[in-house]
């Protein structure tokens, strides 16, 4: 069974900065593509951050957010600072990997107000 679970999202201030955590069991993430999605309210979800042969960002983040993995955790990792409140939302780890089920976490809530 695969699972992937997020961790770290909570309340912070603009201009604030959080890492959020994908933790990933029953997959070798090093063999995936890894992104970030994030949903608002009443929005679609949307790609934040993606982590294949290469890293790629939304315009949105570029310059505020880093992504990386470590294989040897089998996590994917998030550091998002300069936080605003358009980043509110509810962050989705993503494993793809080509003719296979893509899988998705259940999401932790970011919430960027003063």
């Known amino acids: 069974q695969v699972t992937l679970v997020e961790s770290g999202g909570g309340l912070v201030q603009p201009g604030g900065s959080l890492t959020l955590s994908c933790v990933a069991s029953?997959?070798?993430?090093?063999?995936?593509?890894m992104g970030w999605y994030r949903q608002a309210p009443g929005k679609q979800r949307e790609l934040v951050a993606k982590m294949g042969e290469f890293t790629t960002y939304a315009d949105s983040v570029l310059g505020r957010v880093t992504m990386w993995r470590s294989n040897f955790e089998n996590t994917a990792y998030l550091h998002m600072n300069n936080l605003k409140p358009e980043d509110t939302g509810v962050y989705y780890c993503?494993?793809?990997?080509?003719?296979?089920?893509?899988?998705w976490g259940q999401g932790t809530q970011v919430t960027v107000s003063a």
């Open positions: 029953g997959i070798t993430i090093s063999v995936y593509t």
């Open positions: 993503n494993a793809w990997l080509s003719n296979t089920r893509e899988h």
